[in-house]
């Protein structure tokens, strides 16, 4: 069946560093794709999204492109902040979905000054 | 707040009892989900519903499960007989029927301990 698999966590940064989350999916078709970020105490929120091979979602200053060879979606930031600690989930939306997302487990981001 | 919310946000209770969560679509949305979350995962589809119509069930939904959305406004969800298993947060989404990919809005779910 569809999933997606993230790297393991937790990932621990430096302020200003740069930070990469790998996501990797596996799904017929051509999902849509997702990240979403859930700071501590709080419910999801969408981050950014793409919807098509090739599309680059951008928010806050993450970024990820959907690559459909690798079927992966990786998210990248050039500079974190310690207000950028959170859990980070990739998703997907099968083609036939009905708009079902699929989760991978989590990244927990944690930014030090 | 036009969010999606829930309530209770946090619920203990012992081990056998019935508890029940509610949740609040954003108003025009007509399609409304129901997410399990524990910790250390992401969250696992339970249920969605279209207007008032359960239209898919993951195996996760045992038989001590119901969901319910009339009037295709508000939802509920009830676990019969808790177990210990069951603490995680349950967590409720919704969005609007419309192109794929259109975004789904996550409420800030709801704590559930069996104790």
């Known amino acids: 069946g569809d999933s997606v698999t993230q790297m393991e966590g937790p990932v621990t940064l430096s302020e200003e560093a740069c930070l990469t989350i790998n996501c990797t999916y596996t799904a017929t078709g051509y999902p849509s794709l997702f990240w979403y970020v859930q700071y501590p105490g709080e419910g999801l929120q969408l981050l950014l999204k793409a919807t098509k091979a090739d599309d680059k979602g951008s928010n806050k200053g993450f970024e990820a492109t959907y690559r459909k060879e690798t079927t992966s979606f990786h998210l990248e930031k050039g500079s974190v902040q310690v207000s950028d600690s959170a859990v980070y989930f990739c998703?997907?939306?099968?083609?036939?979905?009905?708009?079902?997302?699929?989760f991978g487990a989590g990244t927990r981001l944690a930014v030090h000054p | 707040d036009t969010g999606v919310s829930q309530d209770p946000r946090h619920k203990i209770t012992k081990r056998g009892q019935n508890v029940t969560f509610r949740c609040d679509p954003i108003s025009e949305h007509n399609r409304l989900y129901w997410y399990r979350q524990t910790l250390g995962q992401g969250p696992e589809f339970l249920t969605y519903?279209?207007?008032?119509?359960?239209?898919?069930k993951s195996r996760l939904l045992s038989d001590r499960f119901s969901a319910e959305r009339p009037k295709g406004s508000f939802s509920t969800l009830e676990i019969q007989r808790t177990e210990q298993g069951d603490s995680a947060m349950y967590l409720c989404a919704s969005s609007l029927e419309r192109t794929l990919g259109n975004t789904i809005y996550f409420g800030e779910g709801s704590w559930l301990t069996v104790v």
């Open positions: 998703a997907l939306i099968a083609a036939r979905g009905y708009n079902k997302l699929i």
């Open positions: 519903f279209q207007n008032e119509a359960q239209l898919e």
